[in-house]
């Protein structure tokens, strides 16, 4: 059974940082691409980040430069760390993986992210 376990949220100051994980069971993660994706509150998923296979990464306009997503292939984890962290950045931050055959999606739970100005 595939699983998606989010950490590393919580509450923090503008300016600060924060580094999420993303742990998943039931899957070798270094053969899959993993996204980064945040909701807002009252908003619709974004996406934020995605990590390749061979470690390549891009990263959508909202981040500017402030976001960086790594892996690693031996503790089965990605992650995401935020630098400069903004008010407007507070969100539920996810990370999704699609299974081989690009069939079906695995979300994991969240983590919450809250920045105070």
């Known amino acids: 059974q595939v699983q998606l376990v989010e950490s590393g949220g919580g509450l923090v100051q503008a300016g600060g940082s924060l580094r999420l994980s993303c742990a998943a069971s039931?899957?070798?993660?270094?053969?899959?691409?993993v996204q980064w994706f945040r909701q807002p509150p009252g908003k619709q998923h974004e996406l934020v980040a995605t990590?390749?296979?061979?470690?390549?990464?891009t990263y959508t306009d909202p981040v500017d430069g402030r976001f960086t997503t790594s892996r690693d292939d031996v503790k089965n984890e990605v992650y995401l760390q935020i630098d400069s962290l903004k008010p407007e950045d507070t969100a539920v931050y996810f990370c999704?993986?699609?299974?081989?055959?690009?069939?079906?999606?695995?979300w994991g739970q969240g983590t919450q992210v809250t920045v105070s100005s």
């Open positions: 990590i390749k296979t061979k470690h390549a990464r």
């Open positions: 039931g899957i070798t993660f270094g053969l899959y691409d």
């Open positions: 999704k993986t699609t299974d081989l055959l690009g069939r079906r999606d695995y």
